[in-house]
């Protein structure tokens, strides 16, 4: 998979972007388990991505949710036994 970030905020912690081999959209937050640091990616629709990425507050909001595993199942890839916490 090749994740590229087409935005991001570091007051906020998060990145929005495209999976470029399957066009699929993402936000992605930083975690991490002790021994790694990784990003999560969650998948979000075409109008999401637009949407989010012209609405600061409604992006942070959503990774503030992803933050607290509240739309695990948008995970396009999914955490071992050892899954990281949000940094």
């Known amino acids: 998979m090749d994740f590229q970030d ?3 905020t ?3 912690r998060f990145s929005l972007g495209i999976e470029t081999e399957s066009g699929r959209s993402y936000l992605s937050i930083p975690v991490s388990n002790g021994p ?3 990003e999560e990616y969650y998948e979000i629709s075409a ?3 637009e949407r989010l ?3 600061d507050a409604a992006a942070a909001a959503f990774a503030d949710e ?3 595993h509240e739309h695990d199942g948008l995970l ?3 955490p071992g036994w050892n899954r ?4």
Not at 84 to 87: I, L
């Open 66 to 68: 992803c933050r607290r």
């Open 76 to 78: 396009i890839q999914k």
């Open 47 to 49: 109008a999401d991505h």
């Open 6 to 8: 087409t935005s991001f």
């Open 53 to 55: 990425g012209h609405d």
């Open 10 to 12: 570091r007051e906020h």
């Open 84 to 87: 990281g916490t949000p940094a």
């Open 36 to 38: 790694v640091d990784y």
